[in-house]
Antibody
Framework: QVQLQQSGPGLVKPSQTLSLTCAIS??????????WNWIRQSPSRGLEWLGR?????????DYAQPVKSRITISSDISKNQFALQLNSVTPEDTAVYYC????????????????????WGQGTTVTVSS | QSALTQPRSVSGSPGQSVTISCTGT?????????VSWYQQHPGKAPKLMIF???KRPSGVPDRFSGSKSGNTASLTISGLQAADEADYYC???????????FGGGTKLTVL
């Protein structure tokens, strides 16, 4: 059974960096049948996809346009985890942050990742406030 | 404002059926057969209920079904049960620039 365990601070000061980690059990971060996502949820913005990383002979990352200049998603094979860094945060970044696995669908031997997120972390409430 | 439009709320009595709509554009829902639906109970993470418009992950009851016509996708829940009371979100692939769009969510109340 695949599980994702999130860790990281729940309070971040404005202009600082939000950092969260998602530890994977039951799967491996370098699996070619999964992509690893960060999503956040707030009452004002609803569910918002932030970005993902996946491994297909090398590492790839995709980021949502609204946060592209501030976000980094990285992976650590030795620890079997992936991480989110969001720079220059403001109160608008206050939200519940989730990590999630997106399982690949295979067509003609090609893997596609269509944001079918079948395993989620427990969520981390992050408040941006001084 | 969410990219995909869902009704804020729907309701039904136990045993009845309800349908939740999700309207997008030709750039997302209408352009791809890549629609999913998530169920979220209060304080919990979303749970995948439907993918590829109509498919159910293992363990999801066949009371949950999905469909799509043009720019609108739909989730139908038949034989409503109290445990189905939750928020439901649609999600669509939106191309190589925007990647993904979510709906604003629909609160299902089982009367």
């Amino acid at each position: 059974q695949v599980q994702l365990q999130q860790s990281g601070p729940g309070l971040v000061k404005p202009s600082q960096t939000l950092s969260l980690t998602c530890a994977i059990s039951g799967d491996i971060v370098s699996s070619d049948s999964a992509a690893w996502n960060w999503i956040r949820q707030s009452p004002s913005r609803g569910l918002e996809w932030l970005g993902r990383t996946y491994y297909r002979s090398k590492w790839f990352t995709d980021y949502a346009q609204p946060v592209k200049s501030r976000i980094t998603i990285s992976s650590d094979i030795s620890k079997n985890q992936f991480a989110l860094q969001l720079n220059s945060v403001t109160p608008e970044d206050t939200a519940v942050y989730y990590c999630a696995r997106d399982f690949a669908t295979v067509t003609s031997g090609i893997y596609y990742y269509y944001f079918y997120m079948d395993v989620w972390g427990q969520g981390t409430t992050v408040t941006v406030s001084s | 404002q969410s990219a995909l439009t869902q009704p804020r709320s729907v309701s039904g009595s136990p045993g009845q059926s309800v349908t939740i709509s999700c309207t997008g554009t030709s750039s997302d829902v209408g352009g791809y057969n890549i629609v999913s639906w998530y169920q979220q109970h209060p304080g919990k993470a979303p749970k995948l209920m439907i993918f590829d418009v109509t498919k159910r992950p293992s363990g999801v009851p066949d009371r949950f079904s999905g469909s799509k016509s043009g720019n609108t996708a739909s989730l139908t829940i038949s034989g409503l049960q109290a445990a189905d009371e939750a928020d439901y979100y649609c999600c669509s692939y939106a191309g190589n620039y925007k990647y993904v769009a979510f709906g604003g969510g629909t609160k299902l109340t089982v009367l």
